[in-house]
């Protein structure tokens, strides 16, 4: 039986109430770092990451053995409005080139060691409209964040989460403005390759459906609620059940960005488990980046969403916590310390 949260309430309880990071083994891991084979601070962030990782794993000198990535697919009623570049059918052609394993996602998540699942929510019964009313109802935003809870592998050791959507990049871009301010235009961008005419009318549309929900832009889970999809919904899920469970966090870009931000909004501290895999080429996403104080591994002008930025900034991980954890200290070295 699914443990997951049944009402907004639920959520936000169970955020506050999540463990912190292991105070212990991040001072033994700090202590490591201090005494490994190199000059101070020289691995950069590298060193950073590793003690971050440490801590909310609970080992001092930890090793990657189970990433787990999460696909989630949902249709958006916006998609008839002409705010994407694609038809809407291409979200459950996708979902089938995914299980086929012919995606970029299949490709990096290969790569990394990670398992990958992918998780289509519904396509038969998009969300509504948003520039009509709410695009979902409470039961249908709780039930889709129970999908993404329940996906993930209390086993696992580290999570992405990744989406499928048509439309999704005006979904999180109206998320983005109701949590943040600012005008449509702040947050709009290109998606999957809309020219200035389509960009200008994502922006028309993200400023209709603010409009129509006015309670969206007073409370960041009925931001999710009236604006969001039910694959950005279990992207927050996801990232809400690997904070409960000490499970740290690689976001990926504008859509994850932007789930992973009413889970910021709704609850202090809902993101700590959390690191930036990268910033993507939407033009937006920094500035959410920012909001959130994360700061982003990768740079590669990536547009590409299906957590494809984070899968491939696992390899940055894996690096840190190979250097952590495998080097040897200046006195098994027999290396005298500068």
Not at 1 to 17: C, E, G, I, V
Not at 58 to 67: D, F, I, K, M, T
Not at 291 to 300: A, E, G, I, M, Q
């Amino acid at each position: 039986m699914s443990d997951a949260p049944t009402t907004p309430a639920a959520l936000r309880d169970l955020l506050t109430d999540a463990p912190s990071p292991d105070p212990n083994a991040r001072a033994t891991a700090e202590a490591r770092n201090a005494v490994l084979t190199k000059p101070p601070d020289a691995l950069g962030r590298l060193e950073d990451l590793a003690i971050w990782y440490a801590a909310w794993r609970g080992e001092a000198r930890p090793q990657l053995r189970a990433p787990q990535v999460l696909v989630f697919a949902g249709n958006h009623g916006i998609a008839a409005r002409g705010v994407s570049a694609f038809p809407a059918e291409v979200t459950a052609q996708m979902v089938a080139n995914f299980a086929a394993g012919g995606a970029a996602i299949n490709q990096l998540s290969d790569l990394a060691g990670a398992s990958l699942s992918v998780h289509p929510i519904e396509l038969d019964r998009p969300t509504a409209d948003f520039t009509q009313g709410p695009a979902m109802s409470e039961a249908d935003v709780m039930a889709a964040i129970a999908v993404g809870w329940d996906a993930v592998d209390p086993g696992a050791d580290l999570l992405v989460v990744g989406e499928m959507g048509i439309g999704n990049t005006t979904s999180a871009a109206a998320i983005a403005c109701a949590l943040h301010g600012g005008a449509p235009a702040d947050w709009t961008g290109r998606g999957t390759g809309v020219d200035a005419n389509g960009i200008a009318r994502k922006a028309q549309v993200v400023a209709e459906g603010l409009a129509a929900n006015p309670d969206a832009t007073g409370d960041p889970l009925e931001a999710l609620r009236c604006l969001g999809g039910r694959e950005i919904a279990a992207m927050a899920g996801a990232m809400a059940r690997a904070r409960v469970g000490q499970i740290p966090v690689i976001l990926d870009g504008f859509i994850c960005t932007a789930a992973a931000a009413v889970l910021h909004a709704a609850c202090p501290g809902a993101l700590d488990h959390a690191v930036a895999g990268h910033v993507s080429d939407e033009r937006a996403h920094g500035a959410m980046l920012q909001r959130l104080d994360k700061t982003p591994l990768l740079s590669l002008d990536l547009r590409l969403g299906e957590g494809s930025g984070a899968a491939l900034a696992i390899q940055i991980l894996k690096g840190a916590l190979a250097c952590h954890s495998g080097m040897a200290s200046f006195d098994e070295a027999g290396v005298a310390e500068g």
